[in-house]
């Protein structure tokens, strides 16, 4: 570009070198291609060596200029965005399609603005959005598939066996496919046009090269001159590698016609004053866009501007060309140094970028350092990380020197938190299936306990079944509904038996309880008839009607002590003592546990009478002893009393339970006579 741009300044310049030949150089100059560097421009003998020592000088200072603008930046970014655009007026649409950042769009964002650019754009205009979208497609893109092979190998599973079909890879893929078909059918028919159209502008430059040795009217050769810079402006667009050599060569041998006019100096003349004075305004177009704000639309004006300079306007004369050239040049640079700082600002946004950039690899790389050892804290982990993968593709660009190196440090600093990650589930997939196979064995048990009938036997252990599936941990995923629900039902199944039974026990207590009321209502109503006996009868039967009803509901178990409160003040009023009392009342317990004759129910009643007789003995002996203590003091003092009291009460009560053994005793010494004289007679028989 840099040779383009000298080249092109040696255009408006001037370049002429002299030759010592005649015309008949002259001639085969113009018969081939020449470089323009020998490019020999000359009408005959005399007026060659006239101007000799001049234009040799001048070629000279053009060829320094052109050394010094082979340097000139700001000349080759408008002639290489030019060239671009010289294929197709279309192409210039590119500069107002806004390029988004796309760094930080998702997957998904990004298939949907390449389904829109697509649809709505000339194919020509898109290519370098398109580029930097699949770029950025296939970084997120290959990130993700690595994050998923990785979890696939962690899971136990053979990294050459990893498949992975995703819709949103497959989306992208159909949108690209139509893009590139568009596009090189776009191109396959440019191709030809633009081939075409090249073959035209090189059949011009021949023709123009041609009309110096024409004999004719210098009128009509400047006729058809004007004729072939009309054709040459609507030639149509070539390609754009051929663009800027083709325009040198045909503005190098618009400059030999206008030397070759010097014998009609006033066509010639005419043609530069209209030159210069369209040059002039573009110059002052140039320059005005120093107060353009909107820099890319300033850029995208000078652009316009050099086109114009290049392919619409013709030479000036000798000497204004170098200066109306520069003026359009150094315009052309402040707008390039405009660029340059605003680029320069970019750049230090880019580092601050950077810098966040690096923050946030930096804790994710913490994280990853400390991965968490439970589901909990990973999963929280899991979307502190994810939040930061958000906010490093919204933190914008960085330095481009360093965009590869920064996206390959977040890249590897996410992998490793995902290996940690993946490792522990990958351990705690183990775990799970050893849970599996626990909840299974209590599953069996469950299931094979769930039309038991021995309500007190199992109710306890299905209970502790429960309690022990809650507390094992969790197992697979695809296992855990069907294994909790196969439990679930197995318990429920059970326990809606059991409350089932319970509802038709539960009943048939409240009903006791209404009987039980009722008679505790006609005790209230008891009046005693001052015959002992007959009263004693009287309440005894009362304590047998009570007996009879059996079991309540437990949270009315208080009508029992207020009864028995009744029954004793009834018994103390007929001169029954407290200790009499309990054994009558234990009479008729008795007498029930006979008429059941149930030898489970009485040895049980036996050990619990046993237990309460050897509990009172050693409650006597703990106050027996504590009374040695006071074996010095009086029996007026008051612990002593309170321990003398305590004794007496253990004391009596333990005559009473020795009673009620005896009672006991009397009954299953009766229950096995009976026994033993029904098994004599049986023998008789």
Known sequence: MQENDGKLQQAEGGIEETSENTKGQLEESTQAEPKLSQEVVSENEEEEKKPEKETVSEAKSDEKSTE????????DEIDESN?????????????TIPVLDYHAMSMENLVGELQRLVKN???QAINKHVSTI?????????????EKKEEFVSKGGNEIDFRYNSVTKRQFNEVYSDFREKR???????????????????DIIEELKGLIDIEEDINTTYHNFKDLQHRWKNAGPIPRGNYNDVWRTYHHHMEIFYDFLHLNRELRDLDFKHNLEEKQKLVERAEALANEPDLGKAFRELQTLHKIWKEDIGPVAKEHREEIWEKFSTATKAMHHRRQEHFHELEKVYEKNLEKKQEIIASIAKIAENVADNHRGIQQQIKEVEALRESFFKAGRVPQKVNEETWSQFKETVRKFNRTKNAFYKNQKKEQQQNLEKKKELLELAVSLKDSEDWDEVTPQMKRIQSDWKKIGHVPRKYSDKIWKEFKNACNHYFDRLHSEKNEAHKEEFENFKKKSECLDRLKKFQLSGDKKKDIEDIKAFLAEWKKYGRIPYNKKHINSKFNKIVDALFKKSGVGKQQSELLKYGNKVQELAKTEDNYAIGNERVFVKRKIDEVKSDIRQLENNLQFFSGNSEDNPLVKEVINK??????????????????????????????????SNEEE
């Not at 671009?84 to 500069?95: G, T």
């Not at 699949?134 to 893109?141: A, L, N, R, S």
């Not at 776009?186 to 159209?197: P, V």
Request: charged content about 50%.
């Open 647 to 680: 004794l007496d009460k253990q004391k009596e009560a333990l005559q009473t339970w020795k009673e009620k053994m005896k009672k006991l005793n009397i009954l299953e010494h009766k229950l096995n006579k009976e026994t033993e004289e029904e098994e004599n």
């Open 184 to 202: 090189d059918q776009y191109y396959k028919q440019l191709d030809q046009s633009l081939k075409a159209n090249l073959q035209k502008r090189l």
């Open 83 to 95: 060239a671009e655009d010289a294929e197709d007026s279309e192409n210039e649409k590119r500069h």
């Open 121 to 123: 754009e000339k194919v």
């Open 134 to 146: 699949k770029y950025e497609f296939d970084q997120k893109f290959q990130e993700f598939l690595d």
């Open 68 to 75: 010094k603008n082979e340097s000139d930046e700001h000349i």
